[in-house]
Each structure stands twice: as structure tokens, then as C-alpha cells.
């Protein structure tokens, strides 16, 4: 498709649904524009676009249909197909219009063939009845019944035809590709088959599943993941590009996702970390805490041990090893010492001692990161509570000191960005863990703990009295306006050091 | 429920020409459900075995495939512990036109020939691609232990 067009639209579109992040951008702006006077002056006078930020579009139902409609238009103009035809071309191609059109005009027999098109333009489907005819799905048979065949002659009566279209589009959300129910048939069954028989009731349903086949189909386009959300995101952003650019995009009902993995929003970490890490907690945050605090290994087979009593005698469970639990050494070496082990400097012991440590310090390594960013999931959800709480404050601040409204929004504002700062914050402690250490990493941290001053500073302000609040505006909007500056620097070094490949991922971590 | 003539039809003929090496009975207090016995296909590992399935048509048959299932211990990489088939014609490629009878000619034919790259049990599919000769010779062992002839 014409991406090109589609993403020059963008910017246009972006501000009916980036309300929030107006205010934002024209702050930061203006503490930069002195740097790029001058040179902004041809591009956009908009707020101008983030170095973490990505292109995107959102459409609405009606307009996805439009899109969907006008390719066809186009597509059935240049193979001179009509649009019922090309419509189902087009699905059977994927919606790759340029392959589709390439391939039909070098191999158009074979092209209408694989999609189920019949070539002769006479003899379309209609319901018939037939002699001698029983079906193969209900085997009832007699003249009146009436029956319906596709191209290829497979006949079965039309209740049957209707039940199975029926079962396909409502139970098994088909649409685009419901083959013909003759045993082992290819062919698909064209729209005006569908139109001919498939029932008032389920129309709806059909076009609402050929609308989002269409969606799932376009590597451009993604559904808004928010529950009974029906817009979809159009971005450019490619499959390959994901190491280097987190694609966060924002629908126009306020949900914010990365347009890569459909998972909240998670920058600055790109995808397949923000994978690793989910996997990674999966399999070890339940027992992670209790193990680092109440077993050791055993240093021949490694597998953990619980310390249960007073005695140093430990047996491996698994290999019958013998060791010494102070001292981590062979216990056979230990004679009837081993009340007080003295042995802490023996070979054997300080070799055990050495790997236990090692994979003790990649354990607290972990959990470093770990406590960091469950810390943050927790705060953003009392966060929540905080916001809730934050309406009835205004209301409470209104009656009580004669703002209006509008004067009493800056609440709203301070935990809304509270919550946007500490998802960014949740996600900067997973990215570090995987991050090789270097300058970059130390300049990271920097503004890791920047934000996380700022963000706690605000956070504290929230447990102010109701009639302290009204007199805490002034400050309390400027360190809004500092947690948001606060994110934006971080995310965009980040972005930028992504990009450029400068960061660099532990392997294998 | 009425039974429908579809199933009608199909257990009479069932019974009236029998498929060589398979038979479904249905039961007489639940005619939507058969105990089938397939004999296990010659030159294959399971031959000389008799395999017990239980299979069972659901209401919206034969919009929905029947739901089939070994009873029979089988040691095969297309079929799991739970006795259940990775079959395509039981699952996308089902056609409501097809039949009892094609379905258990094809569990049949995928005795004679595994597959093990679309594994249903992980660990025999694995097993199978190692060491064939190792594998074939459990399935054998499988089959005379608890797929013997009554
Ligand atoms: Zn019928
Ligand atoms: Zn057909
Ligand atoms: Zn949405
Ligand atoms: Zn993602």
C-alpha cells in the first residue's frame, strides 16, 4: 500500500488524541528552542516529534472499511475484475496489492484458481433444485429440495449450505476464507455465494470478521488491545526494527501500547526484552525471594537445599553429596570438627565457596532489579487509588477555596503523568538488568534516578491535606511539569542510543 | 433429541459393509457414541494389534468433526498419553461431508505412517527423530503389551 502518503498524514491526525501529551510536548519545547532555531523552521510547527516517539494513525471502524474498499476499487481497475472478485483476491493475497496485481497479470489462470474464482462468467452459483440428488451432509434427497453448488459441483441442499456457513462465521469467526464444505475442496466461498445465502442475522457479524481479517492481514495496522475498543493503529514500524525503536503508540480512547507486541505501554525497554523479563519473573519471582534468604546450593550437583536445623551435616537430597554448610567444603574432610568449622580456608571449601557466590550474585542481581520494578507496578497501582481519590479532592478543593474547575485540573494532571513516570520507571529496571555495563549504562541510571526523584516528590505531595492542596498549585504543577521533562530526557537518550546500536544487551542474559 | 437421518444412515451402512480391519458399534443406550476397534495396519509397528477408540458425535455433527480418542496404550508421535490425535481432518480440514468411515480410514493410514514433525506428543516425536530404529521397536514392544488380540 502507499505507506508513504499514510505516514506524511500522521502528524495531522496525532493532535485530535495526543491532548495530553500537548501540554507536554510545548513545554519541553520551549525549554530546547533556542538549540534548533532556525533549523525547525520548514518542518512542522507543531510539537515537534520525540526521539522516542513514532509516527502513527489511528482509524476509526468506518474508516478502516473506506481503506479496505478503496483498494479494492483501485486493485479491480487496474485487472479489470469486478470488485467482488477483487475483494477476494485481495484477501486471499493478504491485502499485498502490488504482489497480487504482479502475479496476476504474469500467471492470471493460475491467480484466480488458488482463490477460489471461477474463470467463466456465465453459470454463477445460484439455488437450484436438482433430480436424483441427495445430500452428503443431512442425506435427505427429493426433487424440491432445494440446493446450491459453487464452481467446482459439489451439491449440497441449502439448509445444510446455510448451516455451514452459519457454524463458520458465528462459531468459528471465519470470514474471508471459509472453503467450500465438500470433502477436501480448496475453493473459497466468494461473496456473492455468501450474499445469497447466508441469513439477516449474521450479515453483521460477516462484515465485522472481513473487517478484521483485513486488519489482522495489513502488517501496518494492529487493533487497540483496550477491551471493546474498535479502533485500529496504523505505524510503520517493521517487525525487524523492533530491536532499535520501542513503537508506543497512543488509540484514541487513551490507551497507550506498543504497536510491536500490543503489550502497555513499555519504553524504554524494546520487545523482546520486555519478553525475556516476563518470562524470566514467571519462572522465578515466587520462589526467588525465599531461596536467597533460606538455601544454598549444593556445590556438586546444584540443586538447592534447605538448611532445617542447627547441624552443618548437610546431604544432598539428590547426589548424597556430604558438605559442610558453613563452609561449603567436602564434610569427609572435616574429621569431628564439624560442630565448629574451622575450615574455611581449606581448598575444597573456598573453590564450592566461589560458585555458590557466583550464582548467589547473579540471584541478587536479579532480584536488584526485580524488588526496583515490582516497587514501581505497586505504586503505579496505589497510583490508581490515588487517582480515584484525586477526583473527589477536586471537588472537595472547589467548594472549599472557589476554583473552578479548570483551576483545579492541575491534580488530574500530576497523577496522570505520576502514573505515565512510573510505568516509564517499572520498565527502565528490567532494560538495566540486560544492560552490558559502560557509559551509557552509568548516564542511564543518571536519569533513571532522576525521574525517580522527581517522581517521588510528587508522589509525597498527594498525601497533603485538602486545604493545603489549593495552596501547593504553584509547585505542585512545576513538578509535573519536572517529571515529565524527566521522562522525555530519559527516553530520549535512550531512543537515540537504541538506535544508533550504542546500547549494549548482555548476551545470553 | 431425534437422531438425524445423517447418522441414521451412516451407522447402517457401517454395519451393513464394514470397513476391512475396523468396526464401530454404537452404544444401545446412546447411539451418538461407538466403541471402535482398529486393527493395526501390516508392515507398520502396530501390526497384529487391536486398538480401542471411543468416539462420540456431538450435536452440531457433522458441522463439528466427531470427537475421537485411543483407549488403547499406542506408542505414536501423532498421538499423546490421553490417547487424543493430531489429525488435520479432525480439526481445520474437517468437511461436514466426510464420514465415521473416512475418519477412521485416516487414523488408520497415520498408523501406517507417523509424522513425527507435527508432533502431538513431544517427547515420542523426539524420540522417533534420533533414533527411528529405538522408537519403532517401543511402539512393537507398546503393541504386544497392551494392544494384544482378546
Ligand atoms: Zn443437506
Ligand atoms: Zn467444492
Ligand atoms: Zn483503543
Ligand atoms: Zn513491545
Known amino acids: 500500500m502507499d505507506s508513504d502518503d499514510e505516514i506524511n498524514s500522521v502528524q495531522s491526525s496525532e493532535d485530535d488524541f495526543m491532548d495530553d501529551e500537548d501540554s507536554l510536548g510545548e513545554d519541553f519545547d520551549a525549554v530546547e528552542e533556542p538549540d534548533d532555531f532556525g533549523f525547525s523552521q520548514d518542518k512542522d510547527i507543531k510539537p515537534r516529534k520525540q526521539a522516542y516517539e513514532v509516527d502513527f494513525k489511528v482509524w476509526g471502524p468506518g474508516q478502516i472499511q473506506d481503506q479496505q474498499d478503496k483498494q479494492v476499487e483501485e486493485v479491480s481497475a487496474v485487472i479489470g475484475q469486478p470488485t467482488e472478485s477483487t475483494a477476494i483476491l485481495l484477501r486471499h493475497a493478504r491485502w499485498n496489492k502490488e504482489r497480487l496485481i504482479e502475479s496476476y497479470m504474469d ?35 427429493g426433487k424440491d429440495l432445494d440446493t446450491f453448488a459453487m464452481k467446482c459441483g459439489h451439491r449440497f441442499c441449502v439448509n445444510c449450505y446455510r448451516t455451514y456457513l452459519a457454524s463458520k462465521i458465528r462459531d468459528e469467526g ?7 464444505p465438500g470433502e477436501g475442496c480448496e475453493r473459497i466461498v466468494d461473496s456473492k455465494s455468501l450474499k445469497l445465502l447466508v441469513t439477516e442475522d449474521l450479515k453483521d457479524r460477516y462484515h465485522e470478521l472481513l473487517t478484521r481479517t483485513y486488519v489482522d492481514d495489513m502488517n501496518n ?7 471493546d475498543c474498535t479502533y485500529a493503529v496504523e505505524c510503520g514500524v517493521k517487525q525487524k526494527d523492533l530491536t532499535k ?19 502497555n505501554d513499555h519504553q524504554p525497554a524494546p520487545c523482546m526484552l520486555v519478553k525475556k523479563w516476563m518470562k524470566k519473573c514467571e519462572d522465578d519471582s515466587e520462589t526467588a525471594n525465599w531461596i536467597s534468604a533460606n538455601t544454598k546450593e549444593c556445590p556438586k550437583c546444584h540443586s538447592t537445599i534447605e538448611k532445617n536445623g542447627g547441624c552443618n551435616h548437610m546431604t544432598c537430597r539428590k547426589c548424597r553429596h556430604e558438605f559442610c554448610w558453613m563452609c561449603m567444603g567436602v564434610w569427609s574432610e572435616h574429621g569431628t570438627s564439624w560442630y565448629n ?19 548467589r550474585q547473579s540471584l541478587e542481581r536479579y532480584l536488584h532489579y526485580y524488588n526496583r520494578y515490582a516497587n514501581h507496578e505497586q505504586s503505579a497501582k496505589l497510583d490508581k487509588d490515588i487517582y480515584l481519590k484525586t477526583e473527589k479532592k477536586m471537588t472537595q478543593l472547589q467548594s472549599s477555596s472557589n476554583m473552578s474547575w479548570i483551576e483545579v485540573q492541575f491534580l488530574q494532571e500530576a497523577s496522570q503523568a505520576l502514573q505515565q513516570c512510573r510505568q516509564t520507571l517499572k520498565w527502565t529496571y528490567a532494560f538495566a538488568y540486560y544492560l552490558a555495563r559502560n557509559n551509557l549504562t552509568e548516564i542511564f541510571e543518571d536519569n533513571q534516578k532522576d525521574l525517580e526523584m522527581a517522581v517521588e516528590n510528587l508522589s509525597e505531595m498527594f498525601e497533603k491535606s485538602t486545604d493545603q492542596l489549593a495552596g501547593l498549585k504553584v509547585e505542585m504543577l512545576d513538578k509535573t511539569s519536572y517529571c515529565k521533562r524527566r521522562r522525555i530526557i530519559l527516553l530520549n537518550d535512550t531512543a537515540e542510543n537504541l538506535k544508533s546500536g550504542m546500547i549494549l544487551i548482555i548476551p545470553n542474559s | 433429541m431425534a437422531l438425524p437421518k445423517r447418522i441414521i444412515k451412516e451407522t447402517e451402512r457401517l454395519m451393513a459393509e464394514p470397513v ?11 447411539l451418538r457414541y461407538f466403541d471402535v476397534k482398529i486393527h493395526g495396519p501390516s508392515q507398520s509397528p502396530y501390526e497384529g494389534g487391536v486398538f480401542k477408540l471411543e468416539l462420540f458425535l456431538p450435536d452440531d455433527y457433522p458441522m463439528t468433526p466427531p470427537k475421537i480418542r485411543f483407549l488403547t496404550k ?23 461431508a466426510l464420514q465415521i468411515r473416512t475418519i477412521l480410514l485416516s487414523i488408520q493410514a497415520l498408523l501406517g505412517a507417523p509424522n513425527p514433525d507435527d508432533p502431538l506428543a513431544n517427547d515420542v516425536a523426539q524420540d522417533w527423530k534420533t533414533d527411528e530404529k529405538a522408537a519403532i521397536q517401543t511402539a512393537r514392544d ?7 488380540p482378546e
Not at chain 1, 174 to 180: F, G, P, S, T, Y
Not at chain 1, 221 to 227: G, I, R, T, Y
Not at chain 2, 85 to 93: E, F, G, R, T, Y
Not at chain 2, 142 to 148: G, I, M, P, R
Request: with cysteine; charged share 25%.
Open chain 2, 142 to 148: 507398546w503393541t504386544s503389551k497392551y494392544a494384544a
Open chain 1, 245 to 263: 525503536i520501542v513503537p508506543t503508540v497512543t488509540c484514541s480512547c487513551g490507551h497507550h501500547f506498543c504497536f510491536g507486541c500490543s503489550l
Open chain 1, 341 to 359: 568449622c574451622n575450615r574455611y580456608e581449606e581448598k575444597s571449601g573456598s573453590d564450592a565457596r566461589d560458585a555458590q557466590a557466583k550464582s
Open chain 2, 74 to 96: 499406542i506408542y505414536h508421535p501423532n498421538i499423546d498419553k490421553l490417547g487424543r490425535i493430531c489429525l488435520d481432518v479432525l480439526k481445520s480440514n474437517w468437511s461436514p
Open chain 1, 221 to 227: 495496522l494492529k487493533w487497540c488491545p483496550a477491551p
Open chain 2, 20 to 30: 476391512p480391519g475396523i468396526s464401530a458399534v454404537p452404544h444401545e443406550d446412546n
Open chain 1, 107 to 141: 500467471k492470471r489462470d493460475e491467480v484466480l484458481e488458488s482463490s477460489g474464482l471461477s474463470e467463466d462468467k456465465e453459470g454463477s452459483a445460484s439455488i437450484t433444485k436438482a433430480d436424483d440428488f441427495m445430500c452428503d451432509i443431512c442425506c435427505e434427497d
Open chain 1, 174 to 180: 471465519e470470514a474471508a476464507r471459509i472453503k467450500c
